[in-house]
T-cell receptor, first 116, second 111 residues
Framework: GAVVSQHPSRVICKSGTSVKIECRSL??????MFWYRQFPKKSLMLMAT?????????EQGVEKDKFLINHASLTLSTLTVTSAHPEDSSFYIC????????????FGEGSRLTVL | EDQVTQSPEALRLQEGESSSLNCSYT??????LFWYRQDPGKGPEFLFT???AGEEKEKERLKATLTKKESFLHITAPKPEDSATYLC????????????FGPGTRLSVLP
């Protein structure tokens, strides 16, 4: 199957700092990438949808200014958590699809963010 | 409102004890139904895509089936390494590229 690489897998930062998470599609062009947040023993919560070259579409309740998403190319999307606080600690997962009519969604390995 | 539910929430099986997981959905215009496996601290791993009622897919001990209202993931003679959370997701015609995920079923297979 297609490969999506997410980096870093774990990050610990101090409150007030910003953290960037990268998501790359390694062997296909990802027209659309999704960012999810997952709480312990819970399912995936969609945060935003990003299409290459355009602004991300955020889900209701997700702060655009806190979670900055950039999809600069067909193989790279980034999520920046700005001015992170302990409540932002979570597991963040990206996924990508090639955009075909019935295209599967492929996931990165996830990034565990801990804000101290 | 489009919705995806999964049952049971958690399932414990003895090794070799076959069972089924359920994914029920209500969407307007199903484009595809997807099954994923997720291990703790990892991203979901793609298992199957089903597109139309009556379709079946198999992979090792897993078999996925689809009707107009639900999908089943049958696990035959499970092994401890099958322990994981199984997620189903639907993609509908009115979502664009978006997927709607169910809450998942946490499967534990005891040796």
């Amino acid at each position: 199957g297609a490969v999506v690489s997410q980096h870093p897998s774990r990050v610990i930062c101090k409150s007030g700092t910003s953290v960037k998470i990268e998501c790359r599609s390694l062997d296909f062009q990802a027209t659309t990438m999704f960012w999810y947040r997952q709480f312990p023993k819970k399912s995936l919560m969609l945060m935003a949808t990003s299409n290459e070259g355009s602004k991300a579409t955020y889900e209701q309740g997700v702060e655009k200014d806190k979670f900055l998403i950039n999809h600069a190319s067909l193989t790279l999307s980034t999520l920046t958590v700005t001015s992170a606080h302990p409540e932002d600690s979570s597991f963040y997962i990206c996924s990508a699809t090639s955009g075909t009519h019935t295209g599967e969604l492929f996931f990165g390995e996830g990034s565990r963010l801990t804000v101290l | 409102e489009d919705q995806v539910t999964q049952s049971p929430e958690a399932l414990r099986l003895q090794e070799g004890e076959s069972s089924s997981l359920n994914c029920s959905y209500t969407v307007s215009g199903l484009r595809g139904l997807f099954w994923y496996r997720q291990d703790p601290g990892k991203g979901p791993e793609f298992l199957f895509t089903l597109y139309s009622a009556g379709e079946e897919k198999e992979k090792e001990r897993l078999k996925a089936t689809l009707t107009k209202k639900e999908s089943f993931l049958h696990i035959t003679a499970p092994k401890p390494e099958d322990s994981a959370t199984y997620l189903c997701a639907v993609q509908a015609n009115n979502y664009g590229q978006n997927f709607v995920f169910g809450p998942g079923t946490r499967l534990s297979v005891l040796p």
